[in-house]
């Protein structure tokens, strides 16, 4: 059984020029009944049009989807993979539903009968896990099980310390960047080191075993900070963000010599 173009770009939303520029580079193949005839798809074309699209809301620009999908020929296993994901995404989705649902219902409480609002029932669901197919996508599965495994092994009073200090550390960032300080001031590149002590302290990321980020890591995380509006709201915004972007550059080209990485 074949599909039109028409009758894929209407189940899926992906418009129909979207779907001819995936055939013209070799994403999507369509396959065509004529030499001269309309494109159309196939079971297979549509299993993996489904798998682009997955690969797509992950933030992965199209080479990367054509490296992931040359890379994984077995589809039902690569679907596999994303099902559990998708599962996981689900329950950490209820769970957040329900501890705003708990939240709301405590600060709506008449005031003189409000319950205190406990942070482990604010924050459940609020965990980490959810960046796993993130991380594992672009730096390696042994990156996200050792970090993993490291955050699990810290427990409840060390998870929160830990917690305490990426806290202060993100205020830190907002109040120099409001201040109007120069990234290469003293005060912005004491803040630069104790964010660069801060990532390799986690086991698995590059630099870990030597004690100080990858250069390359360190640099390709600040233009993250401005490119991605998730992380960017941890520094106030896009504008705090690329403040910790240019510092972190200033802080890179001065602790590595020339040439090092």
Known sequence: ??????????????????????????????????????????????????RILLLRD?????????????????????????????????HRLAR???????????????????????AKDMLDGFDHTQYEQEVTERWGRDAYVKGDAWWRGLGKEGQDRFTAQVQALSTAWIEAAEAGLDPASDEAQAIAARHAAW????????????????????????????????????????????????ALRVYAERAYPEGEA
Do not use: C
């Not at 199209?62 to 296993?77: H, T």
């Not at 405590?106 to 319950?115: H, I, N």
């Not at 233009?223 to 972007?245: C, H, Q, S, W």
């Open 96 to 118: 957040q539903i329900a501890s705003v649902e708990r939240t709301v219902a405590a600060l709506e409480k008449d005031p003189e009968q409000k319950e205190d609002i406990m």
């Open 58 to 90: 992950l933030g992965l620009g199209l080479g990367d989807i054509a490296d992931v999908l040359d890379s994984e020929q077995d589809e039902a296993k690569a679907l596999r993979r994303h099902l559990d994901s998708l599962r996981a995404e689900q």
């Open 1 to 50: 059984m074949h599909w039109s173009i028409q009758e894929i770009a209407r189940l899926t939303g992906v418009t129909s020029r979207t779907l001819r520029h995936y055939d013209a580079v070799g994403l999507l193949p369509a396959v065509r009944t004529t030499a001269s005839g309309p494109r159309r798809y196939d079971r297979t074309a549509l299993v993996r049009l489904q």
């Open 199 to 246: 990532l390799v302290a986690v086991p698995g990321t590059p630099g870990h075993e030597q004690g100080r980020p990858d250069k390359g890591y360190l640099l390709g995380l600040g233009d993250m900070y401005v490119a991605d509006d998730r992380f960017a709201a941890n520094y106030g915004g896009t504008e705090g963000a690329t403040f910790v972007r240019d």
